[in-house]
């Protein structure tokens, strides 16, 4: 009878052991599902924080940085210049014209007034009102030369070689598009409210054309002189031309600044700027086209430090 029970408790045991072995591998299977869950989690998340943390991502662009407190908490200084801060105030503009503001009769009871007993001085600053074009007829007269027999023709600064419009309207056209980048209908629309000068905006990307042949020999005397120069400074960003994705290069020495927009990021736009004659150093960022192009870098501090 003893020996039955003592069979009969183990086998009691046994199921006992069995039911927690099944329970333990149960949980482990879920232990392991969870972690395999989480380290996925983990990839993911440590990919979209490369996007941030990386030695090519600048420090306007880092999450984490210095946000501002909440204005319950903390810091309970008043907003503006500290104390001590020195002002600036903006300068008092000479008057072109002088306007006497007087007035004969009071009023509210028509009693005639006499000399003021006090004149008080302000000084406004004021845009004139639109101003219309001005139109200038330019007699060019040609000539034969006397000696060799070659036709020469009159020149004069305010005349451009090509078109109906002046170099101030060249100019403006320029500044609006690349300065103020407004889109060439709303240049017409500046141009017409302004100077009620007429235009079509296909006219307007001429004009811009224009300015490009103007400046040109300045632009490549800028292009000559950085290609000469021992030590350039290179980086490229992306940018958007008319709804793709472009790369605008820049190359700067102490003294020069040369800009160009193509649409690509290798070495082709360096071997088209500096040539396969560059025997320069160039300082820049980790980004793979510049050690395909030379072994004569330096790294950028501020890039190495991040």
Same mark, same amino acid.
């Given at each position: 009878?003893?020996?039955?029970?003592?069979?009969?408790?183990?086998?009691?045991?046994?199921?006992?052991?069995?039911?927690?072995?099944?329970?333990?591998?149960?949980?482990?299977?879920?232990?392991?599902?969870?972690?395999?869950?989480?380290?996925?989690?983990?990839?993911?998340?440590?990919?979209?924080?490369?996007?941030?943390?990386?030695?090519?991502?600048?420090?306007?662009?880092?999450?984490?940085?210095?946000?501002?407190?909440?204005?319950?908490?903390?810091?309970?200084?008043?907003?503006?210049?500290?104390?001590?801060?020195?002002?600036?105030?903006?300068?008092?503009?000479?008057?072109?014209?002088?306007?006497?503001?007087?007035?004969?009769?009071?009023?509210?009871? $028509?009693?005639?007034?006499?000399?003021?007993?006090?004149?008080?001085?302000?000084?406004?600053?004021?845009?004139?009102?639109?101003?219309?074009?001005?139109?200038?007829?330019?007699?060019?007269?040609?000539?034969?030369?006397?000696?060799?027999?070659?036709?020469?023709?009159?020149?004069?600064? $305010?005349?451009?070689?090509?078109?109906?419009?002046?170099?101030?309207?060249?100019?403006?056209?320029?500044?609006?598009? #690349?300065?103020?980048?407004?889109?060439?209908?709303?240049?017409?629309?500046?141009?017409?409210?302004? #100077?009620?000068?007429?235009?079509?905006?296909?006219?307007?990307?001429?004009?811009?054309?224009?300015?490009?042949?103007?400046?040109?020999?300045? #632009?490549?005397?800028?292009?000559?002189?950085?290609?000469?120069?021992?030590?350039?400074?290179?980086?490229?960003?992306?940018?958007?031309?008319?709804?793709?994705?472009?790369?605008?290069?820049?190359?700067?020495?102490?003294?020069?600044?040369?800009?160009?927009?193509?649409?690509?990021?290798?070495?082709?736009?360096?071997?088209?700027?500096?040539?396969?004659?560059?025997? $320069?150093?160039?300082?820049?960022? $980790?980004?793979?086209?510049?050690?395909?192009?030379?072994?004569?870098?330096?790294?950028?501090?501020?890039?190495?430090?991040?």
């Amino acid at each position: 009878m003893d020996q039955e029970e003592t069979i009969k408790r183990l086998l009691e045991t046994i199921d006992q052991l069995k039911r927690e072995n099944d329970q333990l591998r149960h949980e482990n299977d879920r232990l392991r599902l969870e972690n395999e869950l989480l380290r996925r989690r983990m990839i993911e998340l440590e990919a979209r924080l490369a996007q941030y943390e990386n030695a090519h991502t600048p420090p306007s662009l880092k999450r984490g940085g210095n946000h501002k407190k909440n204005p319950n908490e903390g810091d309970k200084g008043k907003p503006g210049q500290k104390i001590g801060h020195e002002g600036l105030t903006l300068p008092t503009a000479k008057p072109d014209r002088q306007v006497h503001v007087t007035i004969d009769l009071c009023p509210d009871c $028509g009693s005639k007034l006499g000399d003021p007993f006090r004149i008080e001085s302000r000084i406004i600053e004021e845009i004139p009102e639109p101003q219309p074009v001005t139109v200038t007829e330019y007699k060019i007269c040609h000539y034969i030369c006397p000696c060799c027999q070659k036709e020469v023709i009159g020149t004069d600064p $305010g005349c451009p070689n090509e078109g109906i419009f002046g170099n101030n309207t060249i100019a403006q056209v320029a500044l609006l598009k #690349y300065g103020d980048r407004l889109p060439h209908r709303k240049i017409r629309d500046t141009l017409q409210r302004l #100077y009620g000068l007429v235009m079509s905006p296909a006219t307007i990307l001429d004009l811009t054309r224009r300015a490009a042949d103007a400046v040109q020999s300045e #632009y490549d005397a800028i292009l000559n002189r950085i290609r000469n120069a021992p030590v350039h400074y290179v980086d490229e960003t992306s940018i958007d031309v008319q709804g793709k994705n472009h790369w605008i290069w820049v190359f700067t020495t102490p003294s020069e600044a040369f800009f160009m927009i193509r649409n690509s990021r290798g070495m082709k736009v360096l071997l088209e700027v500096l040539t396969r004659r560059f025997k $320069g150093t160039i300082v820049c960022d $980790g980004w793979r086209s510049y050690p395909g192009f030379t072994d004569r870098i330096q790294r950028c501090w501020a890039h190495m430090l991040r």
